[in-house]
């Protein structure tokens, strides 16, 4: 006789996906690194792959994002300290990523692919905890802004690219590390920086004075932030330290902490200025264009991360479908599972390579105009596309999960409220498009750089050169008329991407994403593949391998 079934049992759920190499388990980065100079940082990818896919530091991000930053405006006896309390898992985490170099290790190993590499860790910490890497990507930006001060980088250069972080609230020179943070917007302005309020009064010793609100703080407790304030007519940029040598805050008061959608780990803050402390960086006067030149780098950041957000989502999902059954077989031996992960992973991997791409024209342009042009275009190229797409993914993703993927618990219900936010971040869709359309009118060369990348793919594939016909042919169009900007971005992403996989993706890649993305009638959904794509072998492929999995691609 049959033993009763017990209602405490529990069967067909999928086991946690940890304890494996997040590095070596990606189908795509490996190939990236490699294709891009970067094979020398494989011991520090792996590194950071064994930890990113570790359940310690699962169990950190749940702990960091449930257990949200909390200000504390004074201490027990009325006096203002202006400190954020973090849980000690968020202090863990960028401990360990900042540990890896993931801020700094394009300046710290100033040679080929260093940039590349440095995107590689940023790309695998932010499918593991994305709050730590606001403050780790804008310290990597503000690098070569700094350096423009000979005064400032002999002060903070050591500190901003150290590997032994200090969690402490207090003077720099009296840590091991320092973090950056940046303070650009304002109530009236948002990303029409022109607009800027704040006001800053020359001490007549080297240093300024300011005054002013902003709407938008990132990382207040940063050691030094970045900001814009008015010197008389025109917007300057500023240096501020936290805090003063003698231990007290600069200035800053901390007016209330941002209750956010996502990225509920890491602090965002309204602040006012009340005589803070700041040296002038770069040109009087000239203080956009000097923060823009931070913004170049962190949108390219911002690529890479949306990338690897991806990536984890897909990973998740896969993973989700090889263990989990219905109809008598796994989710992924259904065929329209299939197709639906198929396209996901095509998805995730041409956004990868979109981003480590320029990441690479970054590592070449100081010896090629070339790549430096490309590197100014395709950033926003890349930033616009990306973050557009990878809340579209992560949704999808989640989905496949059914209910078990909308519940806090899972890692991918943290993936999607952290999702849409990077299409904000330094620059909403319609700034970001605006910018390549400035890039395309005004910057010299531009144009024939962006023929030159997508014409290496010519004579691959007749359905891609017939979609660079189309291109060429509504280009002059599309770039005198503003209101097709994000038109105009969406196919330049879309043929870019088709030229690099054609390059370097394996074949049945490259062939699925150009018989969608670039044919006639793409949807924009999910699932949509046609029957000559093997998505079997394409969605075996995104299952991400794990120690006592059978290898990738072969059949259970």
């Known amino acids: 006789m049959a033993e009763p079934s017990r209602g405490d049992q529990v069967t067909n759920q999928v086991p946690v996906l940890a304890g494996y190499d997040a590095f070596a388990a990606d189908p795509v980065l490996p190939g990236i690194v490699s294709a891009f100079g970067a094979d020398w940082a494989r011991g520090r990818l792996h590194e950071a792959g064994r930890a990113v896919g570790s359940a310690r530091v699962q169990e950190l991000a749940s702990l960091a994002n449930r257990y949200s930053p909390e200000l504390r405006a004074f201490d027990r006896f009325g006096n203002r300290i202006d400190e954020i309390a973090f849980h000690p898992a968020w202090h863990e985490l960028i401990g360990l990523a900042i540990g890896q170099e993931t801020h700094a290790l394009a300046w710290n190993r100033p040679e080929p692919g260093a940039q590349v590499a440095r995107a590689a860790l940023q790309y695998l910490w932010y499918g593991a905890e994305s709050g730590i890497c606001c403050p780790i990507s804008m310290t990597y930006a503000a ?3 700094l350096k423009q001060d000979a005064a400032l980088w002999e002060q903070w250069g050591a500190l901003v690219t150290s590997s032994r972080y200090d969690p402490r609230q207090g003077p720099a020179q009296l840590k091991t590390g320092a973090t950056v943070g940046t303070a650009m917007t304002e109530t009236q302005g948002g990303s029409d920086l022109r607009q800027t309020q704040t006001v800053a009064e020359d001490n007549r010793d080297g240093t300024w004075s300011l005054q002013g609100r902003k709407w938008f703080f990132s990382v207040p407790h940063s ?4 900001t814009l304030a008015r010197t008389g007519e025109d917007i300057s940029c500023f240096a501020v330290p936290g805090w003063l040598p003698s231990g007290e805050r600069n200035g ?3 007016q209330r902490l941002k209750d956010k959608v996502g990225n509920r ?16 960086v770069g040109e009087p006067g000239r203080g956009i264009r000097t923060g823009l030149s931070m913004n170049h780098n962190s949108r390219l950041d911002i690529a890479a991360a949306s990338s690897g957000l991806m990536r984890m989502a897909v990973s998740l ?14 989710l992924i031996d259904q065929p329209i599972m299939q197709n639906v992960l ?26 090629s105009a070339s790549e430096r042009l490309l590197a100014r275009v395709g950033a926003p190229i890349a930033k616009y596309w990306i973050t557009r797409r990878a809340p579209a993914v992560v949704t999808e993703a989640l989905e496949c999960h059914g209910g078990n993927g909308f519940i806090e618990e899972h890692p991918i219900a943290r993936l999607f409220r952290e999702a849409p936010l990077n299409a904000i971040w330094e620059g909403s869709g319609n700034v970001i498009c605006l910018d390549v359309l400035r890039s395309l009118a005004r910057e010299e060369g531009v144009v024939d750089v962006l023929r030159a990348e997508l014409m290496a793919a010519a004579g691959a594939d007749r359905r891609y050169d017939a979609a660079l016909r189309r291109l060429e042919g509504a280009l002059p169009d599309l770039t005198r008329n503003e209101g097709q900007a994000r038109r105009l971005t969406e196919q330049l992403a879309l043929a870019l991407q088709g030229s690099l996989l054609l390059r370097f993706a394996p074949p049945a890649v490259a062939d699925a994403f150009i018989a969608t993305r670039l044919g006639d009638g793409w949807a924009g959904q999910f699932g949509d593949l046609p029957p000559g794509v093997d998505a079997a072998a394409l969605a075996r492929r995104a299952v991400p391998s794990v120690p006592g999995s059978p290898p990738r691609g072969v059949p259970e």
Request: no cysteine.
């Open 143 to 145: 690098v070569p802004v």
């Open 317 to 330: 999902a896969a993973h989700h479908a090889r263990h989990r059954r219905a109809f008598q077989k796994a």
């Open 223 to 226: 050691d030094l932030f970045l």
């Open 265 to 280: 780990s890491n602090a965002s803050s309204e602040v006012e200025f009340r005589g803070a402390i700041g040296h002038l």
């Open 252 to 254: 800053v008061a901390i």
């Open 342 to 367: 198929a396209d996901l992973a095509i998805e995730a991997e041409a956004a990868a390579w979109l981003a480590f791409r320029l990441f690479a024209a970054l590592d070449r342009q100081a010896a």
